[in-house]
């Protein structure tokens, strides 16, 4: 049997997100590492590699392919209540302690993970398609693992997607570089950034860079794309008032109508020693946002427990917008053109034209 290694460099393409230099090496532009990537060798993510001066790029599977509510990603302003169809690859360009997704994000660096590819599945971009169009799916967004290292496979999808009418979105931990923002704007619509400290230290412990990260922020907002940022909230790692007022200012002066999602930790992969988050950190946290300036704060991952910081209310008449409870929307009240009934203040986001067909408690 195969490892998972050697049967992905079967299932791999030509990529586009690179520089070709001297003696057949090559940089690697998918991500802020910049990987310089000789004859041979493979790039920080462990999915990207060098053969005769090519870099290879995964192509042709998914790893992980389903239905999910939007609010999943979680998006708040894009679509409520409809379906996104979420397919994500292998890898990741970090390798955080505290990974919520580590069974698809750190296989690669995990030995005793690495022994089969048994749940790889083969797909074609005109498959996948397909598969959002009988779901009903009005998105596809890549995630699960980092989106950012398989950007050549997702914009082979994309094309397709945005052809059919679709919206197309990344669920990534914004370590981007522009040349990656500039290929994937075409078809990309919406970008739900990671944003795990305002520490550079604690940034570095997990493979990246604070500047980049907010540098994507930045980007990706000047670029057009509808941009949510999301902190999960790890108690003693990044909960101090200090730091998540200074998140919250940041996300601020990029624009205050970015909804910010401070979430709860659990104790996951190689992080256990921190306990859960609680209902009143994340109340803290979320105050904070507000006070700060921000217009939509929400904190998830706990429901029914944190009140009304689920709903999207009017920030300027405080109407209740869309009522929420976990994943699910129970009342939205936005009218046609994504404006409040009461007051008229256009919401920020990309909603449906027709409230009729947000699916209510599920359906």
Not at 105 to 111: E, K, T, Y
Not at 136 to 147: D, F, L, R, T
Not at 159 to 179: D, I, M, W
């Amino acid at each position: 049997m195969s490892t998972v290694t050697e049967f992905l460099d079967k299932l791999t393409a030509p990529g586009e997100l690179y520089e070709k230099l001297e003696d057949q090496a090559v940089r690697c532009t998918a991500c802020a590492h910049r990987c310089l990537v000789r004859e041979g060798r493979r790039g920080i993510c462990k999915v990207r590699f060098n053969r005769g001066g090519v870099m290879y790029v995964p192509w042709g599977y998914v790893a992980g392919l389903q239905a999910d509510p939007i609010e999943k990603k979680p998006f708040y302003h894009l679509y409520p209540g409809e379906v996104a169809l979420t397919f994500g690859m292998l890898g990741c360009d970090f390798h955080c302690d505290f990974c919520q997704n580590w069974l698809s994000s750190q296989v690669l660096r995990d030995p005793a993970a690495n022994e089969s590819a048994s749940y790889i599945r083969r797909i074609t971009p005109e498959q996948m398609v397909l598969a959002a169009q009988r779901m009903g799916a009005k998105v596809i967004a890549s995630s699960y693992n980092e989106p950012l290292i398989t950007s050549e496979w997702a914009v082979a999808i994309f094309k397709l997607a945005k052809e059919a009418g679709l919206k197309c979105a990344y669920v990534s931990n914004g370590n981007a570089t522009p040349e990656v923002l500039d290929y994937l704007r075409p078809y990309l619509s919406a970008y739900k950034i990671d944003l795990k400290t305002m520490q550079d230290r604690q940034y570095r412990k997990c493979g990246g860079v604070l500047q980049n990260v907010l540098d994507t922020i930045q980007r990706a907002h000047n670029l057009g794309l509808w941009v949510e940022v999301v902190t999960l909230v790890i108690p003693g790692f990044n909960d101090s008032p200090d730091e998540l007022w200074e998140a919250a200012r940041f996300i601020n002066s990029v624009s205050s109508d970015i909804p910010w999602h401070v979430t709860a930790f659990h104790p996951d992969y190689k992080m256990t020693d921190p306990p859960p988050t609680s209902a009143r950190t994340l109340l803290q946290a979320a105050e904070i946002g507000q006070e700060a300036g921000l217009r939509y704060v929400y904190a998830g991952n706990l429901p029914g427990r944190v009140g009304p910081l689920e709903n999207t209310y009017c920030p300027t008449c405080s109407e209740l917008l869309i009522e929420r409870r976990g994943y699910t929307i129970t009342g939205y009240y936005l009218t046609g053109l994504g404006a409040c009934p009461s007051c008229g203040t256009r919401i920020a986001g990309v909603w449906t034209d027709d409230p009729r067909t947000v699916k209510l408690n599920g359906f």
